[in-house]
């Protein structure tokens, strides 16, 4: 498609001088002689760059910019000053403008200036779009399930999402808190500024506080230059800590005074940083428990938990698991190029009567290795890791899909099927000694 240039100017023939140069280059130009005819114009095609002049018979260009960038946000503006009217251009500039240009003075210089404005404009059309999928990537209706579980859950999160309130996200491991703490910011007033998330279990102490809260050029060694922390990234709009019941007892000092005052102390600073975020926290601990011995602060904890919000472990919402194991499996088989097209029976129902204890994260990576040990169109049973076939041994220990442990098991019984129970001789293919083995029948429960 023709990029559309559009003209606002009011002496006919500079105007028609401008739009010749113009279209010469390829462009579809548009021209209007007045504020009016423009803002007609630009209502009715999607222009690409505006060239305006600043004196006009119905107002000022440089004012208009502004209107330009909030109505048209994709569109860029190229100001036409009059000569030797620097300070209109600054202006403009400010007001979000793309760049100006002297009128009839260089003609030669509006062609490259033109390309640059419409790369920009290109730009912002890419920028758009990307937004819109990262908001639908972590919108609420990214959340599988229909379970009345969930959708209590959803619908508490719809609710807080639009306030300023903090939000505290309880659940067990992988249950998706920190898609929860996406979609609220995702659908808060907040959603264009930044959602910054931060585990502080990941870091040891000294190292968190950096990262949290920043730290001045030679407050320790190794802090070679000024350090902006999460809290500042965040600025207008979401931090997201997650495992907050990990933070150390100085962290929840200097957390709560975030809280109460919007205010922080930087390492090695001595003023204070002010900050407008939203806080969501999460943790898969029992915090009353955590309060009762000493390691969290019962003040902070009050002042997070004002509204709390329980994420149901898988195993509460049972009839969830069919419609996620179907979800990943597509993904999956799309990333994986394989085709397939269902999920056997006996599939979920292995699927719905397993425990867990890994939540959706687990599940998603048992529906991975299934899709890829599956050559034909259907998930089945036999793809399916070996403690997800043993529910009904209630004593065999509880494995990951993926862990070293489950291949080990894996292959003890296979080495014991294929010696028909012979110990000695599968100690002996196995290479360990008749001891370990009996020790690793008994752990395995084979
Ligand atoms: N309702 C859902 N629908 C689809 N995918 C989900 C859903 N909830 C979570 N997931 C996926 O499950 C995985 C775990 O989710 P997430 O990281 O949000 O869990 P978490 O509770 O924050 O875990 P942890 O406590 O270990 O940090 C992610 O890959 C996420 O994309």
């Known amino acids: 498609m023709m990029n559309k240039i559009l003209i606002i100017d009011d002496e006919e023939k500079l105007r028609g001088l401008l739009a010749r140069i113009i279209k010469l280059e390829g462009f579809e130009v548009l021209e209007a002689g007045d504020l009016k005819s423009a803002v007609r114009k630009l209502d009715q095609s999607d222009i690409d760059v505006v060239l305006c002049d600043v004196k006009l018979p119905d107002g000022n260009g440089v004012e208009f910019v502004k209107t330009l960038r909030e109505k048209y946000p994709l569109l860029e503006v190229i100001l036409l000053t009059a000569y030797g009217n620097i300070p209109d251009g600054v202006q403009a500039i400010k007001s979000g403008a793309f760049d100006y240009i002297t009128k009839g003075d260089d003609n030669n210089k509006i062609i490259p200036l033109i390309y640059r404005a419409l790369?920009?404009?290109?730009?912002?059309?890419?920028?758009?779009?990307?937004?819109?999928?990262?908001?639908?990537?972590?919108?609420?209706?990214?959340?599988?399930?229909?379970?009345?579980?969930?959708?209590?859950?959803?619908?508490?999160?719809?609710?807080?999402?639009?306030?300023?309130?903090?939000?505290?996200?309880?659940?067990?491991?992988?249950?998706?808190?920190e898609v929860?703490?996406?979609?609220?910011?995702?659908?808060?007033?907040?959603?264009?500024?930044?959602?910054?998330?931060?585990?502080?279990s990941a870091f040891g102490k000294d190292l968190l506080e950096s990262e949290m809260f920043g730290h001045k050029a030679g407050a320790f060694t190794g802090a070679i230059r000024d350090k902006k922390g999460l809290f500042e990234e965040?600025?207008?709009?979401?931090?997201?800590?997650?495992?907050?019941?990990?933070?150390?007892?100085?962290?929840?000092?200097?957390?709560?005074?975030?809280?109460?005052?919007?205010?922080?102390?930087?390492?090695?600073?001595?003023?204070?940083?002010?900050?407008?975020?939203?806080?969501?926290?999460?943790?898969?601990?029992?915090?009353?428990?955590?309060?009762a011995s000493g390691d969290?602060?019962?003040?902070?904890?009050?002042?997070?938990?004002?509204?709390?919000?329980?994420?149901?472990?898988?195993?509460?919402?049972?009839?969830?698991?069919?419609?996620?194991?179907?979800?990943?499996?597509?993904?999956?088989?799309?990333?994986?190029?394989?085709?397939i097209k269902s999920l056997s029976r006996d599939f979920i129902a292995a699927l719905?009567?397993?425990?867990?204890?890994?939540?959706?994260?687990?599940?998603?990576?048992?529906?991975?290795?299934?899709?890829?040990?599956?050559?034909?169109?259907?998930?089945?049973?036999?793809?399916?890791?070996?403690?997800?076939?043993?529910?009904?041994?209630?004593?065999?220990k509880n494995l990951s899909a993926f862990s070293l442990a489950s291949a080990e098991k894996l292959h003890?019984?296979?080495?014991?099927?294929?010696?028909?129970?012979?110990?000695?001789?599968?100690?002996?293919?196995?290479?360990?000694?008749?001891?370990?083995?009996y020790r690793k029948i008994d752990e395995y429960k084979l």
């Open 180 to 200: 929860f703490a996406q979609s609220i910011h995702q659908a808060s007033p907040r959603a264009k500024k930044s959602f910054v998330a931060i585990n502080c």
């Open 296 to 339: 969290f602060r019962s003040d902070l904890f009050y002042r997070l938990s004002v509204f709390q919000i329980t994420i149901p472990a898988l195993r509460e919402r049972v009839e969830d698991i069919g419609p996620l194991a179907t979800e990943f499996a597509t993904r999956f088989a799309l990333k994986a190029n394989k085709k």
């Open 352 to 396: 719905e009567h397993y425990a867990w204890n890994g939540n959706i994260r687990e599940l998603k990576n048992v529906i991975e290795r299934s899709v890829i040990l599956t050559d034909g169109e259907e998930l089945n049973v036999e793809s399916l890791p070996f403690e997800l076939l043993q529910i009904s041994n209630g004593n065999s």
């Open 119 to 177: 790369e920009k404009a290109e730009l912002n059309k890419r920028v758009q779009k990307l937004e819109k999928q990262v908001s639908d990537k972590y919108s609420f209706h990214s959340i599988i399930g229909k379970s009345r579980n969930i959708t209590a859950s959803i619908e508490l999160a719809r609710r807080v999402a639009p306030t300023d309130t903090t939000v505290l996200l309880l659940g067990e491991t992988g249950t998706g808190k």
């Open 234 to 291: 965040a600025n207008s709009g979401t931090i997201f800590l997650d495992e907050i019941g990990e933070l150390a007892s100085e962290l929840q000092a200097k957390l709560l005074r975030v809280l109460e005052t919007g205010e922080f102390i930087k390492i090695g600073e001595t003023v204070p940083t002010k900050v407008n975020v939203r806080i969501i926290a999460a943790t898969n601990r029992d915090l009353q428990k955590e309060i």
């Open 412 to 437: 003890l019984q296979k080495i014991l099927n294929y010696t028909k129970g012979n110990k000695a001789e599968a100690a002996r293919l196995l290479e360990i000694g008749i001891a370990t083995l």
